[in-house]
């Protein structure tokens, strides 16, 4: 089976840095994902990690560690906007379709 | 583009009831997935599509939920006999072929009561 686990909750205030951990387990492995989804909205795409390293985008920033079995969602210089769920996601053993984490909600505080 | 749409925004019905849900994807989009989320968890996967063709369905759909997507275009999710335990959004999904993008669009919320 595929499992995801990520924390449940993670508070800061603006402009700080916070990391979203991501572990996982899968049989057959095609990347992690992120994405974000606020209250009452439709999860929206983030990142995507085929092969190890750090990925960058603005203010967000994706690692993976496929030996680890693990990956973080890097937020910089927070502001109040990212308040939202993040659901870290793996594609499933016959690759068909995405396997999320039940999510982290992330509150953004000035 | 004009991202995945899905109708309607909210539907109340009695638990017995049948309903209907649509979603329209982005039309170059060749998968298209129905997702099922209740409040504090992450989108769990009912079913896809890839064109006209419905490749896989999960555990979580029972012989209540049925899907199509004539002509690889628009898909249909359907529950008959409703029940309480079905009160959640219901999530339409499209990608590309191979990329693991999914647009979502803005679901659909279902309360049985």
Not at chain 2, 3 to 16: A, E, F, L, M, Y
């Amino acid at each position: 089976g595929q499992s995801l686990e990520q924390p449940s909750e993670v508070t800061a205030v603006e402009g700080a840095i916070v990391q979203i951990n991501c572990t996982y387990q899968t049989s057959g492995f095609y990347g992690l994902s992120w994405y974000q989804q606020h209250d009452g909205g439709a999860p929206t795409f983030l990142s995507y990690n085929g092969l190890d390293g750090l990925e960058e985008t603005g203010r967000f920033s994706s690692f993976l560690s496929r030996s680890d079995s693990y990956g973080y969602l890097l937020l910089q210089e927070l502001q109040m906007k990212d308040s939202a769920s993040y659901f870290c996601a793996v594609p499933n053993q016959a690759g068909t379709a995405l396997i999320f984490g039940k999510g982290t909600t992330l509150s953004v505080s000035s | 583009d004009t991202g995945v749409s899905q109708n309607p925004r909210h539907k109340i019905t009695k638990r017995g009831q049948n309903v209907t849900f649509r979603c329209d994807p982005i039309s170059e989009h060749n998968r298209l997935y129905w997702y099922r989320q209740t409040l504090g968890q992450g989108p769990e996967f009912l079913t896809y599509f890839q064109n006209e063709a419905q490749l896989e369905k999960s555990r979580l759909l029972s012989d209540r939920f049925s899907a199509e997507r004539p002509k690889g275009s628009f898909s249909t999710l359907e529950i008959q006999r409703t029940e309480q335990g079905d009160s959640a959004m219901y999530l339409c999904a499209s990608s590309l072929e191979g990329l693991w993008r999914y647009t979502f669009g803005s679901g659909t919320r279902l309360t049985v009561v």
